[in-house]
């Protein structure tokens, strides 16, 4: 059974930075392609970033050029760095592969707040 665990999240001013970390477990995580998803208040989940097994990476356009995604394969683990952070980035935010597993971790919240 895939296990997925985020870590990293917490409150942060605007414009302040985190780096998030999602340990996998259960999956042949070397091969797959991995995805940081977020789902803000009232919103439905949606993908931020994506990152292929070689390290090609996409972004939504609202985080191009603010995150980055990447990950170790050695360590099983994906990491969201995330900088310049806004308010409208508040969200839990929750790792998994792209297109989705069926099972989700707990996610870890972010807030974005003065």
């Known amino acids: 059974q895939v296990q997925l665990v985020e870590s990293g999240g917490g409150l942060v001013q605007p414009g302040g930075s985190l780096r998030l970390s999602c340990a996998v477990s259960g999956r042949p995580f070397s091969l797959v392609i991995m995805g940081w998803y977020r789902q803000g208040p009232g919103k439905q989940r949606e993908l931020v970033a994506r990152?292929?097994?070689?390290?090609?990476?996409n972004y939504a356009d609202s985080v191009k050029g603010r995150f980055t995604i990447s990950r170790d394969n050695a360590k099983n683990t994906v990491y969201l760095q995330m900088n310049s952070l806004k308010p409208e980035d508040t969200a839990v935010y929750y790792c998994?592969?792209?297109?989705?597993?069926?099972?989700w971790g707990q996610g870890t919240q972010v807030t974005v707040s003065s």
């Open positions: 998994n592969s792209f297109p989705s597993w069926d099972y």
């Open positions: 990152i292929t097994s070689s390290g090609g990476a």
